[in-house]
């Protein structure tokens, strides 16, 4: 059975920075080897946003629009399927709950690609 599952997060003040992690666990091996993992976010009223993508595959990067090179998504060494989000210079627009997703189909930051989701993970910057 397929799993995702966010670590990390937590409240920061305007201008620090957090790490996010995210595991995929019970993909086969076929399929392991050229996933996409992204990170979104969503906030209360606003649409789920693409913030962050991996692709396994041909191990490009995708980012969202405004991040100004703030985001940085990466594969962790030593472990399989398994990435991070590192975030700096945090604004308090930046406070979102922050969602891992997996794709065996392609890769980018349309959600629609995207077909396993985790519970998400509560990040909060203040002034």
């Known amino acids: 059975q397929v799993q995702v599952r966010e670590s990390g997060g937590g409240s920061v003040q305007a201008g620090g920075s957090l790490r996010l992690s995210c595991s995929a666990s019970?993909?086969?091996?076929?399929?392991?080897?050229?996933?996409?993992m992204g990170w979104f976010r969503q906030s209360p009223g606003k649409e789920r946003e693409g913030v962050a993508a991996?692709?396994?595959?041909?191990?490009?990067?995708?980012y969202g629009d405004g991040l100004n090179g703030r985001f940085t998504i990466a594969p962790e060494a030593g472990a399989q399927n398994r990435i991070s989000l590192e975030m700096n210079n945090l604004e308090p627009e930046d406070s979102a709950v922050y969602i891992c997703?997996?794709?065996?189909?392609?890769?980018?930051?349309?959600?629609?690609?995207?077909?396993?989701w985790g519970q998400g993970t509560q990040v909060t910057v203040s002034r």
């Open positions: 991996f692709s396994y595959d041909t191990q490009l990067t995708f």
């Open positions: 997703a997996t794709s065996r189909g392609g890769c980018g930051l349309e959600p629609g690609i995207f077909d396993k």
């Open positions: 019970g993909y086969a091996a076929r399929y392991a080897r050229f996933l996409c």
